[in-house]
Nanobody
């Protein structure tokens, strides 16, 4: 089992920045890919960014150039630096860890006001 604890969400004005963190514990040896998804009201959950243990990352087109995912394997933590935030970035952001199974965090709300 893997437990994920997210932090860093909040309310920010358009153009502002936030940094999300997701700390993993438990059977962390099994984790390869970690990432962030988001779900806005009335919409499906969508991939924001993912990163492998080796540091290879990928991003949704909507966040490329604005968001940066990073990972500290020593701390078993993945980060999402979000810059130039837009109102359409408003959503609940979920951390995902992929290992022997898929593990999800509880979600953290990000609200961007116009």
């Amino acid at each position: 089992q893997v437990q994920l604890v997210e932090s860093g969400g909040g309310l920010v004005q358009a153009g502002g920045s936030l940094r999300l963190s997701c700390a993993a514990s438990g059977s962390i040896f099994s984790i390869n890919v970690m990432g962030w998804y988001r779900q806005a009201p009335g919409k499906q959950r969508e991939l924001v960014a993912g990163i492998t243990r080796g540091g290879r990352s990928n991003y949704a087109d909507s966040v490329k150039g604005r968001f940066t995912i990073s990972r500290d394997n020593a701390k078993n933590t993945v980060y999402l630096q979000m810059n130039s935030l837009k109102p359409e970035d408003t959503a609940v952001y979920y951390c995902l860890a992929v290992g022997s199974d898929d593990y999800w965090g509880q979600g953290t709300q990000v609200t961007v006001s116009s």
